[in-house]
């Protein structure tokens, strides 16, 4: 079975940085894309950023492009998302995603950590 | 980035009935498109991609259709188990982008 397992969120104040971690079991890691996806208080999702399997390719949505930064160890079977300068508007659920039967779809979901970020 | 555009906004629809949700792109994502389901308190599940496959364990009253710029899902008798927030995804290029939902309730 797979699991995604987000920790690492919590309250924190604008212009700070908070990592973001996802361990992955279950599945073969490192034959998958993972990506970011996140969803403020009572709104819709949003694409953060994701990852090819072997680290070579990156994206990062428009709205955290040189603020956050993802990695991952194949070694660990975890992702991670390092988030830089936070704003009010970062405040959400992130969601850890594994790719799905295509390159680019979400078939497995974490349960979702929340990030607050407020003074 | 490609905008994604989904309508209605919200859908009030009887049990056994049919729902057809809509989802528009700013650009061609040719057939890029995937479909998803939430319900409140629980993570989206992958119901259909490549516009029109569905994922694995969905049921068949489930059905994507379109390409382009123009897509529709359809469920085609609608379960107490349906009514949810539904959400289109492109994922065309490495900046993936989801439409604002569509709100499917109980009439």
């Known amino acids: 079975e797979v699991q995604l397992v987000e920790s690492g969120g919590g309250l924190v104040q604008p212009g700070r940085s908070l990592s973001l971690s996802c361990a992955a079991s279950?599945?073969?890691?490192?034959?998958?894309?993972m990506h970011w996806v996140r969803q403020p208080p009572g709104k819709g999702l949003e694409w953060v950023s994701g990852?090819?399997?072997?680290?070579?390719?990156?994206g990062y949505a428009d709205s955290v492009k040189g603020r956050f930064t993802i990695s991952r160890d194949n070694a660990k079977n975890s992702l991670y998302l390092q988030m830089n300068s936070l704003r009010a508007e970062d405040t959400a659920l992130y969601y850890c995603?594994?790719?799905?039967?295509?390159?680019?779809?979400?078939?497995?979901w974490g349960q979702g950590i929340l990030v607050i970020v407020s003074s | 980035e490609i905008v994604m555009t989904q309508s209605p906004a919200a859908l009030s629809v009887s049990p056994g009935e049919r729902a057809t949700l809509s989802c528009r792109a700013s650009?061609?994502?040719?057939?890029?498109l995937a479909w998803y389901q939430q319900k409140p308190g629980q993570a989206p599940r992958l119901l259909i991609y490549?516009?029109?496959t569905r994922a694995t364990g969905i049921p068949a009253r489930f059905s994507g259709s379109g390409s382009g710029t123009e897509f529709t899902l359809t469920i085609s008798s609608l379960q107490s188990e349906d009514f949810a927030v539904y959400y289109c995804?492109?994922?065309?290029?490495?900046?993936?982008?989801f439409g604002q939902g569509t709100k499917l309730e109980i009439e």
């Open positions: 995603v594994k790719d799905g039967p295509v390159a680019g779809t979400g078939d497995n």
């Open positions: 279950g599945f073969t890691f490192d034959d998958y894309d």
């Open positions: 990852i090819s399997w072997n680290s070579d390719r990156m």
């Open positions: 650009q061609s994502v040719s057939s890029n």
């Open positions: 490549g516009a029109s």
């Open positions: 995804q492109q994922y065309n290029n490495w900046l993936y982008t």
